[in-house]
């Protein structure tokens, strides 16, 4: 049994779920904006290379403590070695024995000093290393940050459009709504709202526009000969059927 609306009705249930079918894109488009992806990734990213620029940062760090220590310790053996060859060769010392241990502190003390020379030269080159490496990733965090700068005011630009055309669609709903009985709404929000957004359908060429099957003749005979508001007796939607 047809559902007892008027001609005008008809069409503005077609016009409303035109509306909600709208809406339900552009929330989809504006939940799922590749730019919006894109600005996700890039944030992603400079959170990695914030890590890793603390990480470079802590390294050079220690790297400066240790060279600065082994400098200092460098120093405190050229003194060293300073006072203990002018002993050697001030003359004030006269006693082979003593003169022979001297000599042999002397030369202990430069072996140290070439060792602590050996490990200054090391530290300095992982400091150039490390140098080298964290002037990469502030410049590549840059770059990411300009490119998320950009994204981010694209998706702001893009959102805002979207919006934009949610309000004017949901106003127009509204106002379709308005003009329609109360009843024919509720019971067209609770089909859509089970079918995948799709409450309301056009009957055209025999197949049913809300779950694309083409219908039995004589059901569609009988639809076309009855008109007004029907259901798909496939997929329960409401079915406008234009009269034959
Ligand atoms: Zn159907």
Known sequence: ???????????????LQDQDTR??????????????????????????????????RKQLDDLRHAQSRIEDGIATLEDRIGRE???LFSGSVANPKELSSLQA???????TRSTREDELLEVMVQREQVEAALGELERERA??????????TEVGRLTGDIDAEL??????RATIASQLPGELVTEYERVRDAKGGIGAARLQGGTCQGCHTR????????????GGLQRCDNCR??????PA
């Open 1 to 15: 049994m047809p559902i007892d609306v008027d001609d005008a009705a008809l069409r503005r249930l077609l016009q």
């Open 23 to 56: 809406i339900r894109r552009l929330q989809e488009r504006r939940s799922s904006l590749p730019e919006a992806a894109a600005l996700a990734s890039a944030r992603d990213r400079i959170a990695e290379l914030d890590s890793d620029i603390a990480i470079a």
């Open 85 to 87: 060859e002018k002993r």
């Open 105 to 111: 502190e002397v030369d202990m003390l430069r072996r």
């Open 143 to 152: 770059a990411a940050a300009e490119r998320a700068g950009s994204l981010e």
């Open 167 to 172: 309000r004017e669609a949901s106003g127009l």
């Open 215 to 226: 219908l039995p003749a004589g059901e569609v005979e009988r639809l076309k000969r009855e």
């Open 237 to 242: 939607r409401l079915l406008v059927v234009t």
